[in-house]
């Protein structure tokens, strides 16, 4: 029987991953009723959030330490508790629970677990960024087909679902990223018009090639993208508000503008923020049909291909991501 495993905590709050967090050995504790013990095999990294919980700055989360981290994994059910019922040892399944993944084992309970075909790093991305972007394309966005999409971040975890989720639907997609090798990829993925905006001006091309607009501006970036979403959004437009990595960590900007209804009200246009945490009842559904789509081979789930292993990589790993390195999905190997 186990006896202890290995975990990470916020042990102390310095407002930065590395110096906050360290690993500790936990007891193991048999899965009671209704619960299971799993083998965590990767844990999906979450950078800008995992820092910002160093911070105390996610809002719905009041941070004592010790703390537990890491929100998504997947994993493999190694010994069942009693009145567990279609679930057996050796079965795959995912979890999405704040404190669940930077561990090596997690006792569940099986209400929160979703059953997988594969513990692999592609069916993690799956469940954890896909989801979200599903969800927020379709109850958040209102995506409907024939329209013009835009994304920045598009390269990234949650990003890469939303360029082809929305191009499935028959949409036109803009996809933003600021190298030429996540270029190159998302074009891969299908996106109509990549631009790197580090070489071209995003307010150009909207202005040049979008003269009608945006239907749908997806931004998880802030700041600059933002703006120039908010100025190119069409009639009708939405523009959806999924995290403002450029500026997280700064200082809330006082930005002279108009007041944003002059932007919005003669187009009947509107500023909606997406919070996965905030649609729960969605989720089952849209991992259901999310795995359906790329068992069938219709969607693709990019991991970033460096390599994170075991928990004292967890640090380089969220380092890895603030610095915008990432193509794909971070994950961590445990
Ligand atoms: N809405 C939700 O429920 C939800 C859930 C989880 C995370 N989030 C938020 O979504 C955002 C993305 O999170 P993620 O961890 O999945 O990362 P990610 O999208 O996989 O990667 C971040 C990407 O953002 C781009 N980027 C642009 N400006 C950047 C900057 N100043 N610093 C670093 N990266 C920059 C980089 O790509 P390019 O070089 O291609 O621009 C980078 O690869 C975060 O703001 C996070 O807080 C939201």
């Known amino acids: 029987m186990l006896q202890s495993y290995r975990k990470i905590v916020i042990d102390r709050l310095t407002g930065e991953f590395r110096s906050s967090t360290r690993i500790v050995e936990a007891p193991a504790r048999p899965p009671g009723p209704g619960e299971v013990l799993v083998r965590n095999h990767y844990a999906g990294v979450n950078g800008i959030f995992d ?6 700055t996610i809002r719905y989360v009041d941070v004592v330490p010790p703390y537990d981290m890491g929100v998504e994994a997947i994993g493999e ?11 057996r040892i050796g079965d795959a399944v995912a979890i999405v629970k704040l404190g669940c993944a930077y561990r090596e084992y997690q006792t569940a309970d099986v209400a929160r677990l979703i059953r997988v075909r594969e513990a692999s790093p592609e069916i993690l991305a799956l469940i954890a960024s896909g989801v979200s972007a599903m969800v927020a394309l379709e109850r958040i966005a209102d995506m409907k087909s024939g329209e013009t999409v835009a994304v920045s ?5 949650l990003g890469q679902f939303v360029v082809q989720l929305a191009r499935r639907a028959g949409n ?3 996809a933003l990223t600021g190298s030429d090798h996540k270029a190159a990829l998302l074009r891969e993925l299908g996106a109509d018009r990549v631009v790197n ?15 009608r607009g945006l239907d749908i501006a997806y931004d998880s970036v802030g700041g600059e993208i933002f703006d120039a979403f908010l100025d190119h959004l069409a009639m009708y437009g939405r523009l959806i508000v999924s995290g403002h990595t450029s500026d997280f960590d700064k200082p809330v900007e006082d930005v002279p503008h108009p007041r944003i209804y002059h932007k919005l009200y003669w187009k009947s246009a509107s500023v909606r923020a997406f919070q996965n945490p905030a649609f729960p009842q969605y989720f089952d559904d849209a991992a259901h049909r999310i795995l359906d789509l790329y068992y069938r081979g219709e969607l693709r789930a990019l991991v970033d291909p460096t390599p994170f292993v075991g928990l004292e990589s967890a640090a380089d790993a969220v380092e890895y991501l603030l610095a915008g390195r990432n193509a794909g999905k971070v994950v961590l190997r445990l």
């Not at 820092?51 to 105390?56: E, H, T, Y």
């Not at 190694?78 to 679930?87: I, M, P």
């Not at 971040?153 to 975890?157: C, F, M």
């Open 51 to 56: 820092q910002n919980l160093c911070r105390n």
């Open 197 to 211: 905006y580090r070489t071209e001006s995003l307010r150009d091309v909207l202005t040049r090639e979008y003269p």
């Open 153 to 157: 971040a598009a390269a990234g975890g």
């Open 172 to 174: 036109h997609v803009i």
């Open 77 to 87: 059910i190694v010994a069942l508790g009693d009145r567990v019922e279609n679930l």
